[in-house]
């Protein structure tokens, strides 16, 4: 099966890691869950999204996944124009059963001031995940597939626990290309959606 490609039945709500909590329970609504009963769930430390009505849960992130986040964000600040919006964790509506959390994006200035709560897709240029070992496959496939759907024209997959590495995919049509792949020590040139060069293994390098 190529990356990209997904079977509708492989995603169900039994798929989700959740980490234990000392935090209130959540009584939840029998699935399949909307968008608006996401919404409504509490700021417990995970991350709640929703693939056709289900349920997917992830922890909260690792010292290396926020840094490799902070690397992101300080690398594309530097050369976006100024009129982009560089965000995390934000809230990307697709339908009313469909809802994910990139850990980063790039967004248009204007998609400052439609909802408050979320960004649809059209407002986003580029969708960034670091990949966890609890969010390997949905990473890789799963959002691979919505993405390139939902026709957000550049996902990047970040593989930490592969030098990292960095894996480019571009929109074609209705669906990605094989991504790009660049490891740790290769210098990235990209082009899209903005001119950026960087090297994968700064993502897992403190501030100097």
């Known amino acids: 099966m190529s990356e990209g490609k997904v079977p509708d039945t492989w995603w169900v709500t039994a798929m989700a890691t959740i980490e234990p909590t000392t935090r209130r329970e959540i009584v939840l609504p029998a699935p399949p869950y909307t968008v608006d009963d996401l919404l409504k769930f509490p700021n417990d430390g995970n991350r709640y999204e929703l693939f056709n009505g289900s349920l997917l849960v992830s922890p909260a992130p690792t010292k290396l996944h926020q840094l490799a986040l902070y690397q992101v964000q300080r690398i594309l600040d530097v050369a976006a124009p100024p009129?982009?919006?560089?965000?995390?964790?934000?809230?990307?509506?697709?339908?009313?059963?469909?809802?994910?959390?990139?850990?980063?994006?790039?967004?248009?200035?204007?998609?400052?001031?439609?909802?408050?709560?979320v960004f649809s897709p059209e407002e986003l240029l580029l969708a960034v995940e670091v990949v966890s070992p609890s969010t390997k496959m949905r990473d890789k496939s799963l959002k691979a597939a919505a993405y390139a759907e939902a026709g957000i024209p550049v996902y990047w997959r970040i593989e930490l626990d592969e030098g990292p590495t960095l894996y480019v995919y571009e929109l074609n049509g209705d669906s990605y290309n094989p991504p790009t792949a660049y490891k740790a020590g290769q210098i990235a040139n990209l082009t899209t959606p903005f001119a950026v060069s960087f090297d994968p293994g700064d993502l897992e390098r403190s501030r100097r």
């Open 83 to 117: 009129e982009l919006l560089l965000l995390s964790n934000v809230n990307l509506r697709v339908s009313a059963e469909d809802q994910y959390i990139p850990d980063f994006v790039v967004a248009t200035e204007e998609s400052l001031y439609t909802d408050k709560l």
